[in-house]
């Protein structure tokens, strides 16, 4: 393989995943504040980092409940 097509795609795959991050933060903003400004006057992301893990079982749950 060339190193040059490896890059490439480790690239892409880096910024779908950025991608994905920053909309489930800026969701999270938008849908709970209070837990993300609690976060950061504590300067902790446990509590952000558990809020998009439920909200992520919360969406696979519901997909789930459709198939």
């Known amino acids: 393989m060339r190193w040059t097509g490896i890059g490439i ?8 995943l950025s991608v994905l991050l920053a909309g489930s ?3 999270l903003l938008l849908t709970d504040p209070v837990r993300v400004a609690g976060a950061l006057d ?3 992301v446990t509590p952000v980092v558990q809020a998009l893990a439920v909200a992520l079982a919360d969406a696979l749950r519901t997909l ?3 198939l």
Do not use: C, E, H, S
């Open 64 to 66: 789930l409940a459709y």
């Open 25 to 27: 933060v800026v969701w």
């Open 42 to 44: 504590q300067r902790t």
């Open 9 to 16: 795609r480790l690239t892409g795959a880096a910024a779908v």
